[in-house]
């Protein structure tokens, strides 16, 4: 998906604050929960998002999507990753 398109559609689905978010090669976050709704396109880089168990990869052009108060653990991929975030 296309960032102008992206946003767009943030826009129509009431995410009503966009953040760019950016997190060095390799690092990662274990388990934990946001208060908030999020759905993120990745611009740079990749991101592994482990759900239920569940390892899932997002590349450039990819959307992901979180509910509130979801547990989840990410690691970035060798390059890092950069995504834009809409939250609600």
Partial sequence: MERDDFIEMLAREGFQTTVFVEREAGASLDDHAHSFEAKALILEGELTLRIAGKDTLYQVGDVFHLKANEIH????????????????
């Avoid at 653990?73 to 609600?88: A, D, M, N, T």
């Fill in 73 to 88: 653990s990410e690691r970035y991929g060798p390059e890092g990753v950069c995504y834009l975030v809409g939250r609600k």
